[in-house]
């Protein structure tokens, strides 16, 4: 409900009996306003480029650019309360793009087993190092003590090889390249009288030779460095190994087939196409199912005391399943207590309600060309104030099924709607997504049945409801037509029903609200022929049975004719149908 029809309401101080008729449109989210602190930082200019004064035409020049770019990777969305394709080649291209990258991720993460793998375990505290620098300071010696070490060190090395050359035996290979390589070291130092450069030539010929000393510290750092690189070789060695995990959702394995598709596409949908918000909500759907342990809830008994609190009956003019929550069930103290009294009683309900659910959506094939959302009948009549108990109607409840339930409700369309649910409305609306708002159509007593006639025919609509469908076994079925007519004020109907050969007629009709008066009679086409009273004329108050049924044996073609007296100051909503039965 937009903020302006509830600040209407609020001024005019509705009262009980006032009317909400309100059709919630697609309307963005404002944009949050910065604050000092949330202020953008200033654009730091490029050193290289002087800056130029912005003139008008690159001003426009720039909105361009920046509409382009924000049309080109805009994701287009429905508008429309129908329900979105889920056929591949119907998606735009965008919208294909992201089902790819979320199926990468998901077939990622199901070769990974993250799905049901435990979480990791928290990085251990770093120690912090000692400064380096300090040391190294401390111990570097001065280079002009460098060199004469290293001096020293390399005469008493070319003397240790000519002493060992002289000893060694040329059978190895290796022997004779080590020989070769001290014959060129001795000549190079007979050859130069230089002091300083036959040490840096015969360092050259040393380090070829002589293998340098091995540091066992330099060793065991290259040994734990390569540890983890090993381990992680074996891991993934391992992975390739294990086959990737199986996780299904509503009886669909994910990834198997194109209804895998359709279930993605609602998380994707309920994100609006964020990839990664919709992986991480698909992530946490998949946990709390098991933790919540969905598949053992399904075979669970929980009773009967809300049958007639939530049920499903019948489907929409599209032909989506239609599920009614009657609240007004609640002023039944008895199931009242029982339902929400205390927390375990509560929790059982809602348990109750997931369960409920559950089987419904498993009643989905998730073919994409099929139907697999729900429409919601949300009946306010005589219902109790609740809501406003922040401990039996909690916005943790909502979410929960907002979260793990995406895209599954087509239309929300709440019906006898008190004026009290204007606050409760504004409790629950931060806990619901624009999407889901979008969704939600609201009508008042008197408008109810003409708003819900918009989406679900007549002969679909249970009585209670104010349609003509009715549970047993009854004359009629939802397979038969109803006519709908509009009943002026201070007007009288008539409606005729014409009958061609012997038979008998039956028909049923009811009058939302009645205060009218209500006659039938039999007028045969013969003339001279009698006029037979069905009915006799009567006033139908609406504290009677909501719906009223007749039937006629015809011997001779003529028809049936139906009167309504409406002489009330309020038009009417007449609902009738009728089916010939043939007599033998």
Same mark, same amino acid.
């Given at each position: 409900? $937009?903020?302006?029809?509830?600040?209407?309401?609020?001024?005019?101080?509705?009262?009980?009996?006032?009317?909400?008729?309100?059709?919630?449109?697609?309307?963005?989210?404002?944009?949050?306003?910065?604050?000092?602190?949330?202020? *953008?930082?200033?654009?730091?200019?490029?050193?290289?480029?002087?800056?130029?004064?912005?003139? $008008?035409?690159?001003?426009?020049?720039?909105?361009?650019?920046?509409?382009?770019?924000?049309?080109?990777?805009?994701?287009?969305?429905?508008?429309?309360?129908?329900?979105?394709?889920?056929?591949?080649?119907?998606?735009?291209?965008?919208?294909?793009?992201?089902?790819?990258?979320?199926? #990468?991720?998901?077939?990622?993460?199901?070769?990974?087993?993250?799905?049901?793998?435990?979480?990791?375990?928290?990085?251990?505290?770093?120690?912090?190092?000692?400064?380096?620098?300090? @040391?190294?300071?401390?111990?570097?010696?001065?280079?002009?003590?460098?060199?004469?070490?290293?001096?020293?060190?390399?005469?008493?090395?070319?003397?240790?090889?000519?002493?060992?050359?002289?000893?060694?035996?040329?059978?190895?290979? &290796?022997?004779?390249?080590?020989?070769?390589?001290?014959?060129?070291?001795?000549?190079?130092?007979?050859?130069?009288?230089?002091?300083?450069?036959?040490?840096?030539?015969?360092?050259?010929?040393?380090?070829?030779?002589?293998?340098?000393?091995?540091?066992?510290?330099?060793?065991?750092?290259?040994?734990?460095?390569?540890?983890?690189?090993?381990?992680?070789?074996?891991?993934?060695?391992?992975?390739?190994?294990?086959?990737?995990?199986?996780?299904?959702?509503?009886?669909?394995?994910?990834?198997?087939?194109?209804?895998?598709?359709?279930?993605?596409?609602?998380?994707?949908?309920?994100?609006?196409?964020?990839?990664?918000?919709?992986?991480?909500?698909?992530?946490?759907?998949?946990?709390?199912?098991?933790?919540?342990?969905?598949?053992?809830?399904?075979?669970?008994?929980?009773?009967?005391?809300?049958?007639?609190?939530?049920?499903?009956?019948?489907?929409?003019?599209?032909?989506?399943?239609?599920?009614?929550?009657?609240?007004?069930?609640?002023?039944?103290?008895?199931?009242?207590?029982?339902?929400?009294?205390?927390?375990?009683?509560?929790?059982? %309900?809602?348990?109750?309600?997931?369960?409920?659910?559950?089987?419904?959506?498993?009643?989905?094939?998730?073919?994409?060309?099929?139907?697999? $959302?729900? =429409?919601? =009948?949300?009946?306010?009549?005589?219902?109790?104030?609740?809501?406003?108990?922040?401990?039996?109607?909690?916005?943790?409840?909502?979410?929960?099924?907002?979260?793990?339930?995406?895209?599954? =409700?087509?239309?929300?369309?709440?019906?006898?709607?008190?004026?009290?649910?204007?606050?409760?409305? /504004?409790?629950?609306?931060?806990?619901?997504?624009?999407?889901?708002?979008?969704?939600?159509?609201?009508?008042? *007593?008197?408008?109810?049945?003409?708003?819900? %006639?918009?989406?679900?025919?007549?002969?679909?609509?249970?009585?209670?409801?104010?349609?003509?469908?009715?549970?047993?076994?009854?004359?009629?079925?939802?397979?038969?037509?109803?006519?709908?007519? $509009? !009943?002026?004020?201070?007007?009288?109907?008539?409606?005729?029903?014409?009958?061609?050969?012997?038979?008998?007629?039956?028909?049923?009709?009811?009058?939302?609200?009645? #205060?009218?008066?209500?006659?039938?009679? %039999?007028?045969?086409?013969?003339?001279?022929?009698?006029?037979?009273?069905?009915? &006799?004329? /009567?006033?139908?108050?609406?504290?009677?049975?909501?719906?009223?049924?007749?039937? %006629? @044996?015809?011997?001779?073609?003529? @028809? !049936?004719?139906?009167?309504?007296?409406?002489?009330?100051?309020?038009? &009417?909503?007449?609902?009738?149908?009728?089916?010939?039965?043939?007599?033998?």
């Amino acid at each position: 409900m $937009t903020e302006e029809s509830k600040n209407s309401a609020a001024e005019a101080g509705a009262p009980p009996s006032a009317e909400v008729v309100t059709v919630v449109a697609d309307v963005p989210q404002a944009e949050k306003p910065l604050t000092q602190t949330e202020a *953008p930082p200033a654009p730091v200019p490029e050193p290289e480029e002087a800056q130029k004064p912005a003139t $008008t035409d690159d001003v426009v020049e720039a909105e361009k650019q920046t509409k382009t770019a924000e049309e080109e990777t805009a994701v287009p969305q429905s508008v429309s309360c129908n329900e979105e394709s889920y056929v591949l080649a119907e998606l735009p291209e965008l919208q294909k793009k992201a089902l790819e990258e979320f199926k #990468n991720l998901v077939r990622d993460a199901l070769n990974k087993h993250q799905f049901t793998a435990p979480p990791p375990p928290p990085p251990a505290p770093k120690e912090e190092e000692p400064k380096a620098e300090e @040391k190294t300071d401390e111990q570097e010696p001065p280079k002009e003590e460098e060199k004469k070490k290293d001096e020293e060190e390399a005469k008493t090395e070319v003397k240790t090889v000519d002493q060992e050359a002289s000893k060694v035996e040329p059978e190895k290979e &290796k022997e004779k390249e080590k020989e070769k390589a001290v014959v060129v070291v001795t000549e190079v130092a007979t050859v130069d009288d230089d002091g300083a450069k036959t040490v840096e030539a015969i360092e050259e010929s040393v380090v070829s030779v002589t293998p340098a000393p091995v540091d066992e510290a330099t060793s065991s750092a290259k040994t734990e460095a390569e540890e983890p690189k090993k381990k992680e070789e074996e891991k993934e060695e391992q992975e390739v190994c294990v086959p990737p995990e199986e996780v299904s959702i509503w009886g669909i394995p994910l990834l198997a087939d194109d209804r895998s598709d359709v279930i993605l596409l609602k998380f994707l949908r309920a994100r609006d196409y964020k990839v990664k918000e919709a992986f991480n909500m698909l992530k946490n759907t998949v946990k709390w199912r098991k933790e919540y342990g969905i598949d053992d809830l399904i075979e669970e008994d929980l009773g009967s005391d809300w049958d007639k609190v939530v049920f499903s009956h019948g489907v929409d003019k599209e032909g989506h399943p239609v599920c009614y929550n009657v609240f007004g069930e609640f002023q039944n103290m008895e199931l009242y207590q029982n339902t929400f009294s205390d927390e375990e009683k509560r929790t059982k %309900f809602i348990k109750w309600r997931i369960q409920f659910l559950e089987k419904s959506i498993r009643k989905f094939d998730f073919n994409p060309t099929a139907i697999s $959302t729900i =429409v919601q =009948v949300n009946d306010l009549k005589n219902s109790p104030g609740f809501f406003l108990n922040k401990e039996l109607v909690t916005g943790q409840a909502i979410q929960l099924l907002q979260d793990n339930y995406p895209e599954f =409700v087509a239309k929300q369309v709440f019906i006898n709607v008190p004026w009290w649910y204007l606050a409760f409305s /504004r409790v629950i609306s931060p806990f619901l997504t624009q999407r889901t708002k979008n969704k939600f159509v609201y009508a008042g *007593p008197s408008k109810s049945a003409d708003t819900l %006639f918009k989406y679900i025919a007549p002969e679909q609509v249970p009585v209670q409801q104010g349609g003509l469908s009715q549970d047993g076994d009854q004359e009629f079925t939802s397979s038969d037509s109803v006519t709908e007519v $509009t !009943i002026k004020p201070s007007t009288k109907e008539t409606v005729e029903i014409p009958v061609t050969e012997t038979s008998v007629l039956v028909w049923e009709l009811r009058v939302l609200g009645w #205060n009218v008066s209500y006659g039938a009679e %039999f007028v045969p086409s013969t003339e001279g022929h009698y006029t037979v009273i069905v009915q &006799k004329a /009567r006033k139908v108050n609406s504290t009677e049975e909501a719906v009223i049924s007749n039937s %006629f @044996k015809v011997g001779e073609p003529g @028809k !049936i004719v139906l009167t309504i007296d409406n002489q009330s100051s309020k038009k &009417k909503k007449l609902l009738y149908r009728s089916k010939t039965k043939i007599c033998s």
